[in-house]
Structures are given as structure tokens and as C-alpha cells.
């Protein structure tokens, strides 16, 4: 039997851990990865410091479960956006200038009327940054802004890919990577139970018991206290075995009936 594909993210970027912003990138990415038959096996926020995000590349990549890695954030033309260079020592890879990114980001230039603003259609400083990259970095496109997302091969199947932090270039990027590096895997089945005012604790021993006899089922219980509800959600790659724990649920515990 083949490794069960699983998916990790980076977040980099100090406006997250001093809560400035709502890391919402993470959750998106997490859904898609999830659906796509990829799910994410841990997420790691580091700020924008390069020994922090070297550090948590090497972590990743070390993690031999890990088929697909995304580093996220830290891509752009100011000093604080230090991502390239960290991928560079990470991957142990010289940074090189991209000459087709340059011109990507000249022709780009031209097409926002950027370079009439100017005056100049010359890359500046902050330009040619974004055009730095390591050796053995695979463009893949930002159709929604200069900073080019990058796919790295690490060897028997697994793949890390630097993708922008702001939210609509991301999901940009992400999906050119989706098309061409994440097909081909089954998505969880996933199945709930909705309960009204019924007690978490009161499903304890149940899901104790289920946990053992179904170790490939992920079960848990997820309060809603605006709606007082509590979801049981039962996934994985089985829908026998899926269906056979929400089966089991319904048939032990009486007390309470589902209302979903």
C-alpha cells in the first residue's frame, strides 16, 4: 500500500504573529488541499526571519510524509520579504536572476500603465529582488501580480512550492499548482452528525471505543455555541468504514437523537 498523500503550510510574515492580519490563507488552502485529496498534516507560522524560515523549510521537508509543502508569504520587493533567499539556503541552491521574470515584470508594467507612471519601464531595486531566485526554482504563473510563484522538486514524489502571501495573488498561484502537481488523489469522505443541547462529555466513551476499533476513521465533536449545536464529523478514505462510525454513533448513544 502507498503512502497516504499529506500536505504541510509555512506561514511567513511578522504582521501574523503580532496580529496585525487574519491568516486566512492557511484556512483556504487547507479546504482545497483537503478536497483535492491532500490533507494538511500541520501548519507552522514564523516570522520574517531567515533562520526562522529556514529552520521550518528543513522541518517540512524532513517530514518524509510530507508530499507537498507550502510556503506562504515573505515573496515581495521590500527588505521584510525574505522568503527567496531562505528557500535559497534551505535547498543549499545559489539565487540567480531570472531574466524571463524581469521581462514578465516589465510587460506587466506596460499592461497596468506602471511604467507611463513612472517614467521608466527599467526594473528597480524591489523589482529585480522579486526576479532573484534559486537555481532550481520551476516559475509557475502569478496571473494577479509581479511576484512569481515557485515549484521545487525534492525527490520521489514530493514537491514544495513558495506561493504569495496576499490573499488574491495566492489563490491565483495556487491554482496553476493544483492543475499540474495535485491530481490524480481522492478526496476524504467525510460525514456528520448534528446534535441540539446535547453535552460533549456524553460522547466520550463512544468516540474512546470507535477510535480504536476504526484507526483509518479521523472522528471528532466540534461545539457551535452560537447555535448551540455539536457536530460529530467522522472522514477517511473508506466509505464503509465512514459510514459503518456514523452507523455505530447512532446506535450507542440513545439518549440523544441527531437532528442531522
Not at 523549510?57 to 527567496?84: K, M, N, S, W
Not at 506596460?110 to 519601464?121: D, E, I, K, P, V
Request: charge should be negative; aromatic fraction near 6%; include cysteine.
Amino acid at each position: 500500500m502507498g503512502r497516504v498523500p499529506q500536505s504541510s503550510i509555512i506561514v511567513v510574515g511578522n504582521e501574523i504573529l503580532r496580529g496585525f492580519t487574519v491568516d486566512t490563507n492557511s484556512n483556504w488552502l487547507a479546504s482545497r488541499l483537503f478536497q483535492c485529496g491532500f490533507p494538511v498534516r500541520l501548519i507552522t507560522t514564523v516570522g520574517d526571519v531567515d533562520d526562522d524560515i529556514v529552520s521550518a523549510i528543513h522541518q517540512h521537508v524532513d517530514r518524509a510524509e510530507l508530499l507537498r509543502i507550502f510556503v506562504c508569504g515573505g515573496l515581495g520587493p521590500t527588505p521584510d520579504d525574505r522568503t527567496y533567499v531562505a528557500l535559497a539556503r534551505a535547498l543549499n541552491q545559489p539565487l540567480v536572476y531570472r531574466r524571463d521574470v524581469g521581462a514578465q515584470m516589465q510587460n506587466l508594467m506596460f499592461l497596468l500603465n506602471m511604467a507611463a507612471r513612472r517614467g521608466t519601464a527599467a526594473l528597480n531595486a524591489g523589482n529585480r529582488k522579486m526576479a532573484m531566485l534559486p537555481a532550481s526554482a520551476i516559475l509557475v504563473r502569478n496571473g494577479a501580480g509581479m511576484a512569481p510563484g515557485l515549484a521545487f522538486e525534492l525527490g520521489q514524489g514530493r514537491y514544495l512550492f513558495a506561493l504569495p502571501g496576499v490573499p488574491h495573488e495566492l489563490r491565483a498561484v495556487y491554482d496553476d499548482i493544483e492543475r499540474s502537481y495535485l491530481s490524480g488523489e481522492r478526496a476524504d469522505v467525510v460525514r456528520e452528525l448534528h446534535y441540539r443541547l446535547a453535552p460533549e462529555s456524553m460522547f466520550h466513551d463512544v468516540m474512546q471505543t470507535l477510535e480504536a476499533e476504526y484507526p483509518d476513521v479521523s472522528l471528532g465533536s466540534y461545539p457551535q455555541t452560537e447555535t448551540r449545536e455539536l457536530i460529530l464529523r467522522a472522514s477517511g478514505p473508506n466509505p464503509e468504514r465512514v459510514d459503518a462510525v456514523i452507523a455505530a454513533i447512532r446506535e450507542r448513544i440513545t439518549q440523544y437523537q441527531p437532528v442531522a
